[in-house]
């Protein structure tokens, strides 16, 4: 019987590595042993951890900032300890978050033509782990609300609009947990942990909504990440070290939809996924080939499209959004792959013959609109993402300056203090109290303003000088 080959549109992407000279060269990218992507990708800019003396760095660049990068080039460098992880805001293209080897979050605002100077204060800073936070992940639809989850065993979520944590789960996890997943509207959110355990959490109600033991019976770890139906798909190792694949159904975890042996590296995959497309691109870290996977409804639901092969390992992994790619050239995926001096974008196309759009390839995709505020989401309410079409390509609007309003610890406490009952103070002079303080705070704020002015000019006047040296000594 002939055998039938399977129709689909994405049979025939293919990959390919862009020119030299649009590479981003001497890169030191980290070496920091922790598995997680060390690239962050959006359609301004690309971020990738790097290794720093004293402290923890991170570089962010203008895509369009190709070529050899100077050793001089500013960087994000706020943490004392090494950064394991960075994630952009998906409602905010210039602000990113950091966790780090010194146990705290930092979310950053970015210049929106990059950076002149190196960037060492945070907007904010977020404490509340005890151990070092190698996740951090931003909510889908709602605004300022971010994950972490630290070697403590514990995910916080904040609110970083206030710089508060709302919701603490520490007492979930046994272990260390290797990965967190949102879900398509961020009611759920999906974990794998070192105790080969996948969890599925409602962190609102701070219930386990569903959990698989041994979801792959290897000892190394595992990545669990939620799809758009509401599935959940894991990679991980078998008892004999060989490399998985598993794909999930929420209502009856005992056996899963599908599974996959695939090779027997030992590099961990780890999963980029594009809901538009429903193709689940792998790239095993230490691996030299990104092999994709199309996720539909029939069996055996998970099929293999093809392997990327280059010749060098890839030390980690940067995945564009959507709203990120050139539509003209049906382009459906870009990475962003780190070797150990450099990074280079690879690009997915699906070959077309004609030049318009193609809208079957780009359907409405995930916008830059959050969908709620983060009040709204803490309250309960849910909200999928706002769709926003590429027909003619996506163009970047302005984004808003990252405000955060920390709450008055003072205010919420009870005013019925019996030792302010024995002091009463004629309210006339706590007012002029407070309007000579604000006097003296605008005096302050005025004198640094103006110390910094004076600054950027001693900076400005210091390279002119320095360009001067250069003709005469020439």
């Known amino acids: 019987m002939r055998r039938v080959v399977r129709q689909s549109k994405f049979r025939h992407v293919f990959g390919q590595a862009v020119k030299n000279d649009q590479c981003y060269d001497d890169i030191r990218v980290s070496r920091v042993t922790w598995d997680s992507s060390f690239c962050a990708v959006n359609p301004r800019f690309v971020a990738i951890i790097i290794e720093a003396s004293g402290g923890g760095a991170f570089l962010v660049l203008p895509l369009h900032k190709t070529g050899r990068i100077d050793k001089s080039y500013p960087t994000v460098c706020g943490h004392t300890g090494p950064v394991l992880d960075i994630d952009w805001c ?7 978050a950091s966790g780090s080897e010194d146990c705290t979050v930092m979310v950053w605002q970015i210049p929106e033509n990059g950076l002149t100077l190196s960037l060492t204060e945070p907007v904010v800073i977020l404490e509340g ?106 990679t991980g190792f078998s008892r004999m070290s060989e490399r998985q694949l598993a794909l999930w159904n929420l209502k009856n975890m005992q056996e899963p939809i599908a599974l996959h042996e695939m090779d027997t590296s030992n590099g961990v995959l780890l999963p980029f996924y594009d ?15 990104i092999r994709y996977f199309e996720i539909t409804d029939e069996s055996p639901y998970v099929h293999y499209l093809n392997t990327f092969s280059s010749k060098e390992p890839q030390r980690g992994m940067g995945y564009m959004p959507k709203r990120g790619l050139d539509v003209n050239k049906c382009e459906i995926a870009r990475f962003f792959k780190l070797h150990e001096r450099k990074c280079e974008p690879i690009i997915m196309t699906v070959p077309r013959k004609s030049d318009l759009f193609q809208d079957d390839l780009y359907p409405d995709t995930a916008g830059p609109e959050a969908a709620l505020e983060a009040e709204e989401w803490f309250e ?47 309210k006339k002079t706590t007012d002029t109290a407070s309007v000579q303080n604000e006097a003296k705070l605008d005096e302050i704020l005025k004198e640094i303003k103006s110390i910094k002015d004076t600054i950027c000019n001693q900076d400005e006047r210091i390279s002119k000088l320095e360009q001067q040296m250069a003709k005469i000594a020439a």
């Open 129 to 234: 782990h005890s151990k070092r936070v190698g996740i951090v992940a931003w909510h889908p639809t709602a605004r300022n609300v971010l994950l972490s989850a630290g070697c403590d065993n514990a995910i916080i979520i904040w609110n970083v609009g206030t710089g508060e944590a709302l919701i603490n789960l520490d007492d979930m996890h046994s272990d260390m947990i290797y990965n967190v997943s949102w879900n398509r509207n961020g009611s759920l959110i999906c974990t794998a942990s070192k105790d080969k355990k996948v969890r599925v959490i409602d962190p609102r109600k701070q219930e386990i909504v569903a959990e698989k033991e041994k979801a792959h019976e290897g000892a190394r770890p595992m990545r669990a990440i939620f799809l758009a139906d509401g599935n959940v798909f894991t």
């Open 380 to 426: 309960g309410k849910n909200a999928d993402p706002i769709l926003i079409s590429l027909k003619h390509g996506y163009i970047p609007g302005k984004n808003r300056d990252l405000k955060v309003v920390k709450k008055n610890i003072l205010d919420s406490k009870p005013t019925a203090n019996k030792k302010c009952d024995l002091i009463s103070v004629p």
């Open 90 to 96: 998906p409602h905010n293209d210039q602000v990113i």
């Open 275 to 289: 809901p538009d497309t429903s193709i689940i691109y792998l790239c095993g870290k230490g691996d030299s080939s």
